[in-house]
């Protein structure tokens, strides 16, 4: 993108208001042109100020975000980055926001989140967002969204040996969907980092469970990888793969960032190339950056299969095109044959 990144900033708080665009003072590709109060004041300032990206509350008076965004992707397509609360409805609210188009979920700055530790963070999502191929994130949303069938996969013992890993960011939560919609419930556990702030993972979980053939649910320190599970990494801790003879567990830890990121599909990839080696599928989605793309290949010299999303079906191509770059894919494919692919890795 030529020049600056430019942002319009949409909240009712004013505190808010005022931390996102200090936060973003410092960041010489960004510039905040703009903020506004409600998504009435928002319209006027997108008409005048052509924003390259927008910051947007879900919780408003006057005009909710959501219909506000609702009404943005249809006339005014652009990229949207949700600014939510910490709370169950919050978290509801940002899942609601992604699958009707917008493009990043942030946790709103509250009295223990300093401007240091926010800026960094906006400043990435930012710069994300303005990647994105906004048509092609709601022609995905569109395709996730769509009801599917489970693809079928013959009743192995096998599969208890197997482990399917999984990583994403930008895009990623529909990817991911779209994916747990088409694998059998008798497919071998899963293990999926998508970079999510905390409290927005659960509610992520739970969705993707209710519409797929797989028992998903949020990750807890100790969980069983058995056949016919997702395990989610709750946002804010690394999620890694361990074993105990032949039953694979996981473990969620904190720790350092790595990549910017906590859950890193890194730190999982290459827990996942020490304990499972051979007997694991790497699988890395649409995204911007280059987490999980080390890990990828850790996997693959181990002896996994591994799986890259290919350019044409990603919102960002960012780290499916870091791993391919590093020679850690196997297989580029478009997200639509992945589910097949990896169906056939485990049989």
Sequence with gaps: MAGKIRVLIVDDSAVVRKILAQGLEGEDDIDVVGTAPDPYVAREKIVKLNPDVITLDVEMPRMDGITFLKKLMRYY?????????????????????????????????????????????????????????????????????????????????????????????????????????????????????????????????????????????????????????????????????????ARYFVRVKTGPMVHHQRPAVDVLFKTVASHAGANAVGVILTGMGADGAEGLLEMKNAGARTIAQDENSCVVFGMPKEAIKKGAAEFVLPLDRIAEKIVELVQ
């Excluded at 990043?104 to 400043?123: H, T």
């Design 77 to 245: 397509p652009v990229p949207v980055i949700i600014v939510s609360s910490l709370t169950e409805k919050g978290g509801e609210l940002a899942l609601e926001a992604m699958k009707s188009g917008a493009v990043e979920v942030m946790a709103k700055p509250s009295g223990s989140y300093s401007v240091g530790d926010m800026s960094e963070q906006i400043a990435d999502k930012i710069r994300a967002a303005a990647r994105v191929n906004v048509r092609r994130k709601i022609e995905m949303n569109n395709f996730s969204q769509s009801s599917l069938r489970p693809l079928t996969m013959k009743s192995l013992s096998l599969t208890t040996r197997k482990l399917i890993a999984i990583g994403a960011s930008t895009g990623g939560t529909e990817a991911i969907r779209y994916l747990m919609k088409k694998l059998p419930a008798n497919c071998p556990g899963i293990v999926v980092v998508q970079h999510m702030p905390a409290k927005f993972t659960k509610s992520y979980a739970e969705s993707l469970n209710s519409q797929s053939a797989l028992t998903v649910k949020e990750a807890c320190d100790g969980d069983p990888v058995t056949p016919g599970t997702a395990l989610i990494a709750p946002g804010n801790y690394h999620l890694l793969a361990a074993r105990s003879g």
